[in-house]
């Protein structure tokens, strides 16, 4: 039963140019969380979403970041023009069920990490 | 804001000794809690996880945590590390009016051999 998948590990980009991080979530798991963890610190949560819809965008940058979850295919998170302050590492998790719930878990993928020169 | 604390960001140790790690985490009601473990060049794992009932929670690979609802707490524990838990320890809170995980700074564990 694969985990939550990733992909790429690594990404170079240089400032200005566009990174996009694709997330599989584990079988059977509709919910998926990005997260991001700078340097030295914890991962801070950034964007939750459902199948074709956001639910909490609250973490997320006001500008160039955006994160989809369409009906088929992998979640994409996506920045554009980054700076070097994007470097980080970014992680996503899903849950097998409505995070309203009061019993779920949240089960990572082994992130990407991106390196803006 | 809701906010998780982990007291440590580093500690070193040596193998059989036992481990505490702290974790502290606001009032805000009603919590989920769970202690995630990253391995060198490896994703986060969870440990253990506490949702209602025994307030001593058992993990894998020996861990347990106590929730103290008194004092908001929730400390994970090993009576005797090995090498091999040397690792990046996360705490992590969700909150039931929310959807996310509220993570604590990490605490960063060496364990000596």
């Known amino acids: 039963n694969a985990g939550v998948m990733q992909n790429p590990r690594h990404l170079v980009r240089r400032r200005g140019q566009e990174a996009r991080l694709r997330c599989s979530p584990m079988?059977?798991?509709?919910?998926v969380y990005w997260y991001r963890q700078l340097p030295e610190e914890g991962l801070k949560f950034m964007v939750y979403?459902?199948?074709?819809?956001?639910?909490?965008e609250s973490g997320m940058p006001k500008e160039r970041f955006s994160a989809e979850f369409p009906k088929e295919g992998p979640s994409i998170l996506r920045i554009q023009q980054v700076v070097r302050g994007d470097s980080a590492a970014y992680f996503c998790?899903?849950?097998?069920?409505?995070?309203?719930?009061?019993?779920?878990?949240?089960?990572f993928g082994p992130g990407t990490r991106l390196t803006v020169l | 804001a809701q906010s998780v604390s982990q007291h440590n960001h580093h500690v070193i140790l040596s193998e059989a000794a036992s481990l505490e790690l702290g974790c502290n985490y606001s009032?805000?009601?009603?919590?989920?809690l769970f202690w995630y473990v990253q391995y060198p060049g490896q994703h986060l794992q969870l440990l253990l996880k506490?949702?209602?009932?025994?307030?001593l929670v058992k993990g894998i690979k020996g861990f347990e945590a106590e929730f103290i609802k008194s004092k908001f707490s929730f400390n994970l524990r090993k009576p005797s590390v090995q090498w091999s838990d040397t690792a990046e320890y996360f705490c992590?809170?969700?909150?039931?009016?929310?959807?996310?995980?509220?993570f604590g700074g990490g605490t960063r564990v060496l364990v000596k051999p």
């Open positions: 009032y805000g009601g009603t919590v989920n």
């Open positions: 992590a809170v969700k909150w039931a009016a929310g959807n996310k995980l509220t």
């Open positions: 079988k059977g798991h509709s919910h």
């Open positions: 979403l459902q199948k074709e819809n956001i639910i909490d």
């Open positions: 506490y949702f209602s009932g025994d307030p």
């Open positions: 998790a899903s849950s097998p069920s409505p995070a309203g719930g009061s019993i779920y878990t949240q089960y």
